[in-house]
């Protein structure tokens, strides 16, 4: 198992629905997970962090992790056509200075 | 300036050049990292500087040497490289021991003839 995965989509949603994200973990991650956003040809905007158990709202967007299933999910609420980017999850890697991303999930928002 | 700064943006080298990426952090963070990021596949961790120190090389080839002056600043210099090391280089900072949140520069597009 990889250490982040992501369903590589496309994912599309009509303009005002919610999209959701989702991304599994293994045990080799430490309890920090991050949502990043990347438009096409740019580099990727860190948008959600999460540490705890529950959900984490900001704005449109709520993260949710579960650590006893160990999956992190991102929920974009009203999705709108700007909101179409591909969206990378990231875990903290136990022990390390650095990261786990995930392949991204690809997300269109129909108009 | 604000946030992390990468240049060029854009480069062309041929296989036998030497060029020299270059990313700088205004954020006060002690943890700089290189990434390369090639077309329809994942983000691929490269170089990782914690205080100036390098904590971590994850196989990459000699022809990709990494430089980290001080807790500002980043260098990838880059020799002899072929046509496959074409791709997004990204820089990214943070702040702390551990990774906790990145923050990433706009990355330098290049591009190897």
């Known amino acids: 198992q990889k250490e982040v995965e992501q369903n590589s989509g496309p994912l599309s949603v009509p303009e005002g629905a919610i999209a959701s994200l989702n991304c599994t973990y293994s045990?080799?991650?430490?309890?920090?997970f991050f949502w990043y956003r990347q438009y096409s040809g740019k580099s990727p905007e860190l948008i959600m962090s999460?540490?705890?158990?529950g959900d984490k709202e900001d704005g449109r967007f709520t993260a949710q992790l579960n650590k006893a299933s160990q999956y992190v999910s991102l929920l974009i609420r009203d999705s709108q056509p700007s909101d179409s980017a591909t969206y990378l999850c990231?875990?903290?890697?136990?022990?390390?200075?650095?990261?786990?991303f995930g392949t991204g999930t690809r997300l269109t928002v129909i108009p | 300036e604000t946030g992390v700064t990468q240049t060029p943006r854009h480069l062309v080298m041929g296989m036998t050049n030497k060029k020299s990426l270059k990313c700088e952090q205004h954020?006060?963070?002690?943890?700089m990292y290189w990434y390369k990021q090639s077309a329809k596949k994942p983000l691929e961790l490269m170089f990782v500087?914690?205080?100036?120190?390098?904590?971590e090389n994850n196989s990459v080839p000699s022809r990709f040497s990494p430089e980290c002056p001080n807790s500002s600043h980043l260098f990838l210099h880059l020799h002899t490289l072929q046509p496959e090391d074409s791709a997004l280089y990204l820089c990214?900072?943070?702040?702390?021991?551990?990774?906790?949140?990145?923050?990433f520069g706009p990355g330098t597009r290049l591009t190897v003839t």
């Open positions: 045990d080799r991650v430490s309890q920090s």
């Open positions: 990214a900072s943070s702040q702390g021991r551990q990774g906790y949140e990145q923050y």
């Open positions: 990231a875990a903290e890697k136990t022990g390390a200075n650095n990261l786990f």
């Open positions: 999460i540490y705890s158990n």
């Open positions: 500087y914690s205080l100036e120190e390098r904590v």
């Open positions: 954020l006060g963070h002690n943890a």
